[in-house]
């Protein structure tokens, strides 16, 4: 069966680094576009005569319209990274979706967040949707464990550290491998703070998203180490 495939224009983009570009599409064929926090898109563009498709996890909530979001880093020898970042504003891409299984269990538990670079987008869409409403997180506590190397690398910092002031039940907390002597953030890898929050809880659920290495280290953590149920950890890696 052929999936149907949707257009989507460009209506911003912004860059969150010198590599790394967030990009708000709008879905040109429907006036509302759903799916669920933390599932991806596939986009599709020709590159030398030939079809390519790139598959993207989406960096926001559903809002309840047709808009949705993208944060994606420059890769010196991929086109697509580069075509969709060099993109003008009104240019149009084609994509199926959304996909994915990568979403918040339901009753929402209280949770840790783990990511690290661009694995944020899925773990930022996740965020958003549960403080859009209040019966979504109420009652519980969210802690967010963003892993970088210096400062400038963490996106979305206002974002988060406003949440953090306006919700008492999230907790913001950039980890820096590379910081500077002006950093008075938390310092190292994401899995030296999950240890310290994770040890001896029964009672949260993990979603861990980023390059393989990271994700395999946080999920042997907490289900080998420290011995939480396979169902309590998902995560979605980028290899």
């Known amino acids: 069966m052929e999936r149907q495939l949707y257009t989507a224009r460009l209506a911003a983009s912004r860059h969150l680094s010198e590599r790394t570009s967030h990009l708000t599409f709008q879905v040109v064929e429907v006036p509302r576009f759903d799916f669920q926090a933390g599932q991806f898109i596939s986009m599709k563009a020709l590159h030398e005569g030939r079809e390519l498709t790139r598959a993207y996890s ?9 808009r949705f979001d993208l944060c994606l880093n420059r890769v010196d020898t991929g086109f697509f990274s580069n075509f969709l970042c060099d993109l003008e504003s009104g240019s149009e891409v084609k994509f199926h979706g959304p996909h994915g299984y990568f979403v ?68 913001f907390i950039p980890t820096l491998s590379r910081a500077g002597e002006g950093w008075s953030g938390a310092r190292g890898y994401v899995q030296e703070h999950v240890r310290a929050l994770a040890a001896g809880r029964s009672d949260l659920d993990a979603y861990i998203c980023g390059l393989k290495e990271m994700v395999i280290l946080n999920r042997d953590l907490l289900i080998k180490e420290l011995g939480w149920e396979r169902r309590s950890v998902l995560y979605e890696r980028f290899d």
């Open 58 to 66: 989406i960096a926001s909530g559903p809002r309840g319209d047709n």
């Open 104 to 171: 918040m269990k339901q009753p929402v538990r209280s949770s840790i967040f783990v990511a690290t670079g661009t694995g944020i987008a899925p773990i930022r869409a996740m965020i958003e949707w549960l403080f859009a409403s209040a019966e979504r997180h109420a009652g519980h506590e969210f802690w967010l464990i963003f892993g970088n190397r210096t400062e400038q690398d963490i996106y979305y910092a206002d974002q988060f550290q406003t949440l953090a002031r306006e919700h008492q039940n999230f907790h």
